[in-house]
């Protein structure tokens, strides 16, 4: 048969076709948001509200010169942006609109990042998919585990009670590091957020890589004395958002 065959489902099943968009079902809500929409900023895990809009930024890592084409189900109305910009920065940025199953096409990705916007009916906006090619096709939730995984680049949320020690110290200043590593690797270095430490003789402070966490007891002492520390109080959280 000469020509290019092109299918969307066999027997009713989709294909994953690669989707980029992270979250695209928001199953994944580590923040423990109350809807995807609760607040400015980031709510569900990888879509930033920005009082009107939901967008995502997929980062740049994960794309290739060419054409993808995006998909959804809502009546949700679409729109796309190739730009380095920030999250709370791409009100400024230019958008294109876009129609479901309509196509992007990206000719340079440089240190751009894409950033798909949707607009109106956003409770009931699910399975979004930007994948390679020019005709949409059907969509294939991932794993739930692998979902988080790849929220968890972005964005980690950890139990405080997680992170703690303790032990001797016998002057004033002398240091002792704790190191814990992330599950995953984390898109840049985060920034750390903490709630108030319980420390008993030592002061406490975190220093996070991509790989993981450092957490270093001063002693504050001047004489050999125990000291401990924990965060028993609340979560730690992690981010590396775009």
Known sequence: MAGELI?????????????????????????GAASRTATTGYNFD??????????????????????????????????????????????????????????ITIASVGSNNLWIRFTSDLPNL????????????????????????????YFLLSPGILFRGGGLGSSNGQGFPVYSHFPVVMRAAPTVSVPTVEAVACTVSPTAKTHGVLFTATYTQASLGAFAWNYSSGNVTFSSEL
């Open 46 to 103: 990888r879509w930033y509200y920005d009082g009107t809009n939901l967008l995502q930024g997929i980062e740049g890592n994960n794309l290739r010169a060419g054409t993808y084409v995006i998909s959804w189900e809502g009546s949700s109305t679409a729109a796309f942006s190739l730009n380095t910009a920030a999250a709370g920065s791409q009100g400024g940025q230019s958008y294109t609109s876009v129609t479901n199953g309509g196509t």
């Open 7 to 31: 299918v969307s489902t066999i027997n009713g099943a989709g294909f994953d076709g690669g989707n980029v968009v992270i979250d695209p079902e928001f199953t994944i809500n580590q923040r």
């Open 126 to 153: 699910t399975k979004v998919k930007v994948s390679p090619g020019t005709e949409a096709s059907g969509f294939v939730a991932r794993p739930y585990g692998t979902e988080l995984a790849l929220c968890q680049r």
